[in-house]
């Protein structure tokens, strides 16, 4: 079982930053996704970053420019420094792992608990 803490998530002006961290503990699998979702009232939880064991990243397009995602792999944490942030930024940001083997998905999929993002106007 996986266990992600993450800590970071705060109120902050438009145009301020925040950095997000996460570490996972527990992982006995070789290799792995990490990354950030968020969630905003009313709306479905949607993918900010994600990080590969081959330090592969993927952004959403609501984000490129502004985010950046990075990870120790040696820890087995994520980080995401959050630049320029928006109104539309706020939400509860979410740590995701996903356990793989080389390029296979296990199917194993863990979340952490959330840690809110507000960003006032």
């Known amino acids: 079982q996986v266990r992600l803490v993450e800590s970071g998530g705060g109120l902050v002006q438009a145009g301020g930053s925040l950095r997000l961290s996460c570490v996972a503990s527990?992982?006995?699998?070789?290799?792995?996704?990490m990354g950030w979702y968020r969630q905003a009232p009313g709306k479905q939880r949607e993918l900010v970053a994600t990080?590969?064991?081959?330090?592969?990243?993927n952004y959403a397009e609501s984000v490129k420019g502004r985010f950046t995602i990075s990870r120790d792999s040696a820890r087995d944490a994520v980080y995401m420094q959050m630049n320029s942030l928006k109104p539309e930024d706020t939400a509860v940001y979410y740590c995701?792992?996903?356990?793989?083997?080389?390029?296979?998905?296990?199917?194993?999929?863990?979340w952490g608990r959330g840690t809110q993002v507000t960003v006032s106007s």
């Open positions: 527990g992982s006995a699998f070789r290799d792995n996704v």
């Open positions: 990080t590969s064991s081959g330090d592969m990243t």
């Open positions: 995701n792992f996903k356990g793989y083997d080389g390029a296979y998905y296990t199917g194993s999929n863990y």
